[in-house]
C-alpha cells in the first residue's frame, strides 16, 4: 500500500479560526409514512425495474483510474407522480402515493430529483422493503432555488417511494430523473466488504489513541457523495470557518473532486457527517448516517492540480443542525514553511472516518508532472495501532498540524 499523498496546499489546516455551528436546519423532519401508522400493506404492483449497468466493465475502468473512487453509476429515468406509482386514499383521509422501485443486485441507491417542488403540509418518505431503513419527511424546507433533490443512500437494490399530503395541500412537483447505482464503495452485508469495512487493513479508526488530540477538528471532516454527471465517487473535506468567524456553511475538499460538477449536480452532492466509530476497534455495525444535500461552487483552482493548488470551497445549501455537532476547522495560508508532523483525517475508499499521522516534514510538490508548486507531498507513519496512509476517497481530505 503506498505511504504518499500529495495534497493542495489550501487543504493544509490549522486551529486559527475555531467555532461551533450555532444555527439550525435540518434534512429531514422525522416522523413515520401513513402506511406504517396505518398498516398499509406494500404494493409493488407497479414495481419499477431499473436495468443495472455492466459493473465488470466498469470495474475494469475504476482499475485504470483509482481516483477519485467512482462507486456508482447514475441510470436515466422518467418517474413522476403523474405517470408512475399508484395514488390511493388512506382510512383516515390522506392522500398517500406510493412507487416500488428495484434495480437488481444494486449495494444501494439514491434517487436525483430534476424537479422538485412541495408544498407546504406535504412529506415524502423513502424505506427500504423491510422498513428497517427510513428518510424523511422531506418537506417544503427541502425545496431549493434549482427546483432539485437527492436522497441520502438506502441499502439494497429494492425501495419504496411514499408521498403523504391532506385534503386541499397542492400537489407536489417530483420527477425522479436519475437512479444511482452503486456497485462498490457500499458495505453489502454479506461479507465482501466495501465502504463500511472496506479500507486497508492498516489505517487507523479515529478514535484510536492516535486521533485523542484531534477530536474537535475531526468532528469538521466529512464524507461526500459527489455527483459528476452519470457517475458518483466517494471524496473527503471539511467545513472551514472564515474570518468573520461566524460559522457560514463552507466545505473545503478537492478540485479533482467537484471539477466535473454542474450546478445541478453540485446541489445534488450528500455529505455525511459523524461517520466513524466510537472507540478504536472497528464495529460490528455501521454507524448511523447524517447527511445534508446540496452545495453551490465559491472557488476552486488548480485544474486538478496541474496548474495551481488542488481545492474546491463550496457552500452548503443548508445550515448544519447543531445535533450533528460539527466542528469548524482553521486553516492556514502558509505556503513556505512545512507542517513538521500532524494528521490526516479521511474517509478512505468511503469507510467510516480514520486517522494518518505524519512525523516527516512536508516537502512542497505538485501533480502528475505539473509544472507549478500545488501540492504537498506527506509521508505516513507507523503507529502503535497500525500505519495509516491514504487511499481512493480520502480526497480532498484535510491535514491538521500542532499549529
Known amino acids: 500500500m503506498k505511504r504518499t499523498l500529495r495534497l493542495s496546499i489550501v487543504l493544509i489546516t490549522a486551529f486559527y479560526f475555531l467555532s461551533p455551528c450555532l444555527v439550525r436546519a435540518q434534512l429531514s423532519q422525522g416522523g413515520l409514512p401513513r402506511s406504517f401508522s396505518l398498516a398499509m ?17 466498469l470495474q475494469r475502468e475504476d482499475e485504470q483510474t483509482p481516483v477519485p473512487y467512482r462507486f456508482a453509476l447514475n441510470i436515466p429515468v422518467d418517474i413522476s407522480t403523474g405517470t408512475s406509482g399508484k395514488w390511493m386514499k388512506a382510512p383516515d383521509g390522506t392522500n398517500v402515493w406510493r412507487l416500488s ?13 430534476d424537479r422538485f417542488r412541495l408544498a407546504e403540509g406535504g412529506k415524502l418518505f423513502v424505506y427500504n422493503p423491510r422498513r428497517t431503513q427510513l428518510i424523511g419527511a422531506f418537506t417544503s424546507l427541502n425545496n431549493n432555488s434549482l427546483s432539485t433533490f437527492a436522497t441520502a443512500l438506502i441499502y439494497g437494490d429494492q425501495l419504496t417511494i411514499e408521498y403523504n399530503a391532506a385534503d386541499g395541500v397542492a400537489s407536489p412537483v417530483m420527477h425522479i430523473s ?17 465502504g463500511f469495512g472496506g479500507s486497508g487493513k492498516c489505517e487507523v479508526n479515529v478514535n484510536c489513541d492516535e486521533g485523542s488530540n484531534w477530536q474537535k477538528e475531526k468532528r469538521g471532516v466529512a464524507r461526500v457523495q459527489v455527483k459528476r454527471g452519470a457517475t458518483n465517487v466517494w471524496c473527503t473535506g471539511s467545513m472551514v470557518n472564515n474570518t468573520m468567524n461566524d460559522g457560514k456553511p463552507y466545505f473545503l475538499t478537492a478540485d479533482h473532486c467537484g471539477n466535473q460538477s454542474t450546478a445541478t449536480d453540485l446541489s445534488q452532492w450528500i455529505f455525511y457527517f459523524n461517520y466513524e466509530g466510537t472507540a478504536c476497534p472497528n464495529p460490528g455495525t455501521e454507524p448511523a448516517l447524517h447527511s445534508l444535500t446540496g452545495a453551490s461552487m465559491k472557488a476552486h483552482g488548480g485544474n486538478s492540480g496541474t496548474t495551481g493548488s488542488d481545492f474546491y470551497l463550496v457552500l452548503l445549501q443548508s445550515t448544519v443542525p447543531t445535533s450533528y455537532n460539527v466542528y469548524y476547522n482553521g486553516w492556514s495560508r502558509e505556503t513556505t514553511e512545512p507542517s513538521m508532523s500532524g494528521v490526516g ?14 512525523t516527516v516534514p512536508l516537502q512542497q510538490s505538485n501533480w502528475n508532472g505539473g509544472i507549478h508548486v500545488s501540492h504537498w507531498l506527506v509521508t505516513w507513519s507507523g503507529t502503535p495501532n497500525g500505519h495509516g496512509t491514504t487511499e481512493g476517497g480520502s480526497s480532498g481530505s484535510p491535514l491538521f498540524d500542532s499549529q
Do not use: W
Request: overall charge neutral; charged content about 15%; hydrophobic content about 35%.
Open 41 to 57: 400493506a406494500s404494493d409493488t404492483t407497479g414495481m419499477v425495474n431499473i436495468t443495472p449497468p455492466a459493473t465488470d466493465m
Open 178 to 194: 436519475e437512479v444511482s447505482y452503486a456497485y462498490r464503495g457500499i458495505s453489502d452485508f454479506s461479507g465482501l466488504k466495501t
Open 345 to 358: 483525517i479521511h474517509h478512505p475508499a468511503g469507510d467510516i472516518k480514520k486517522v494518518s499521522t505524519y
Open 101 to 113: 422501485l428495484k434495480s437488481t443486485g444494486a449495494l444501494a441507491i439514491t434517487l436525483y430529483f
